[in-house]
């Protein structure tokens, strides 16, 4: 079987999956930005890609995108990323009927899965508040590291700004204040949950299954298990799972030409 190359082309990060026979046997992650200045060119609105420079070689490449902007990558197949996420969450979790949340760098995106197959999604890209980049942003504020604001869940100092902005002057407030770091950190990943709440509601299922970058936020899975009342599993791979799921495409499509 041919090698596959799964490429995501994310808002904050690209990740890129060499995949064999039904596994990954390398990935990459890059900066968005760096990725595109140092080996990718745009000619006619199609990415060109330095595959010499990037040290792969010209295989089988399936691409998907972030969001409204999507990227079309020259010499692969492009497919939605609802698709390349819903495939990747199944093949990572082996579950077949459950609700993907994605949490990327400025997006989140709520998909319900059944028999393996996406039936409905919402997304949420209005707003950097209920993403990885409103994480970054508030961890910065209080002078903290991101695993140290995912550690913080109880007593939550109440945040009522829905904006990214407005949000770190709220919390610069709350500082002023006098709260602890611990019950303010607890109030930003709180006010995250808030975000993404009402997609989760209207998509649920028993099971909510978390990837992207803000899925390694432990006390957010905590409060979604608690607010809910559902089975929280984190994918293994949760930054790569748009990458794996254009590869599990990829081979599927290859399987199908060989019938």
């Not at 990718?40 to 972030?66: C, F």
């Not at 993907?100 to 998909?111: A, E, N, P, T």
């Not at 009522?160 to 990943?189: D, H, K, L």
């Amino acid at each position: 079987m041919s090698i596959m190359i799964g490429i995501d082309l994310g808002s904050r990060n690209v990740k890129i999956v060499r995949f064999n026979n039904g596994q990954a046997v390398e990935h990459r992650v890059y900066d968005t930005i760096e990725f595109y200045r140092s080996y990718g060119r745009s000619i006619n609105n199609r990415l060109q890609l330095d595959w010499k420079r990037l040290q792969l070689p010209r295989e089988e490449v399936v691409a998907t995108g972030y969001g409204k902007i999507t990227v079309e990558l020259e010499g692969a197949v492009q497919i939605p990323e609802i698709q390349a996420h819903s495939k990747g969450a199944v093949f990572q979790s082996g579950i077949n009927d459950f609700t993907l949340l994605d949490i990327g760098g400025q997006d989140s995106k709520v998909i319900k899965i059944r028999n393996s197959r996406p039936v409905d999604f919402m997304t949420n890209d209005r707003c950097a508040a209920s993403s990885g980049r409103y994480m970054e942003n508030m961890a910065a504020v209080l002078g903290i590291t991101l695993t140290e604001l995912a550690s913080y869940s109880q007593e939550p100092v109440e945040l009522s700004s829905t904006c990214a902005i407005f949000g770190e002057t709220e919390v610069i407030a709350r500082i002023v204040e006098g709260y602890p770091v611990s019950r303010i950190g607890a109030g930003v990943n709180h006010t995250l949950f808030k975000r993404f709440a009402p997609m989760l509601r209207k998509l649920s299922s028993d099971i909510i299954v978390i990837s992207g970058g803000g899925a390694l936020n432990r006390a957010l899975q905590d409060i979604i298990g608690s607010a809910t009342g559902c089975q929280v599993k984190v994918l293994a791979e949760p930054l790569l799972n748009g990458a794996l799921g254009c590869c599990v495409y990829g081979e599927e499509v290859l399987d199908e030409k060989r019938r």
